[in-house]
């Protein structure tokens, strides 16, 4: 199952709510590093950890698949393998 396949293939609540999350803290720690006031060096430090945890989160949950849509793309590979040429 390639990548572009995992990503459309349906993924579990959980990973979806933990996706959620990820955007979440992706676009809070993005308005934080990106506010016009100063802010101590910390905080931006912070809030960019944060945004690569946000965005890992998010990427790592998009192509988790449910167990049934991993089985059905390992079935139909395996009947296109046995399909005899010609």
Do not use: H
Not at 13 to 26: D, E, Q, V
Not at 38 to 54: F, M, R, S
Not at 70 to 79: F, N, Q
Request: hydrophobic content about 45%.
């Amino acid at each position: 199952m390639n990548i572009a396949k995992r990503a459309k293939a349906p993924t579990p609540k959980f990973f979806k709510i933990l996706r959620t999350i990820g955007l979440a803290l992706l676009g809070i720690s993005g308005s934080v590093m990106a506010a016009p006031v100063a802010l101590p060096a910390a905080v931006v430090t912070a809030a960019g950890y944060i945004a690569v945890a946000g965005g890992v989160m998010s990427a790592v949950s998009q192509v988790t698949v449910e167990d049934s849509a991993k089985t059905e793309a390992e079935e139909e590979k395996k009947s296109q393998e046995d399909k005899p040429d010609g």
